[in-house]
């Protein structure tokens, strides 16, 4: 199985900035696209921003309510996914999690994988 964990998130202030990992372990033969997504109360889940690795270019896209102040990133070595949050508003206050579309060794079959979240609140 796959497992997806989440950290780096916390507690920051307006105009400051967070770096969000999550690491993928388990018998994973490769990974496709690797998301990030959040929830905040009372609102729907929103697809924050996504990369997909082709050979050695990544290909990113990014929720208009980000633009320009988030950066995705991956090491592929690694099997870990990034996110670098700058000039943080109070309106990315959200719990965030991970998405990955995973091949498992042994296997032909993409599965799309979760992690738990992690916490972001931006409030002075």
């Known amino acids: 199985q796959v497992q997806l964990v989440e950290s780096g998130g916390g507690l920051v202030q307006p105009g400051g900035s967070l770096r969000l990992s999550c690491a993928a372990s388990g018998s994973i033969f490769s990974i496709n696209a690797m998301r990030w997504y959040r929830q905040a109360p009372g609102k729907e889940r929103e697809l924050v921003a996504a990369i997909t690795s082709r050979g050695t270019t990544n290909y990113a896209n990014y929720a208009d309510s980000v633009k320009g102040r988030f950066t995705i990133s991956r090491d592929n070595r690694k099997n870990t996914v990034y996110l670098q949050m700058n000039s943080l508003k109070p309106e990315d206050t959200a719990v965030y999690a991970c998405?990955?579309?995973?091949?498992?060794?042994?296997?032909?079959?993409?599965?799309?994988?979760w992690g738990q979240g992690t916490q972001v609140t931006v409030s002075s």
């Open positions: 998405n990955a579309d995973c091949v498992l060794v042994g296997s032909w079959k993409q599965s799309d994988y």
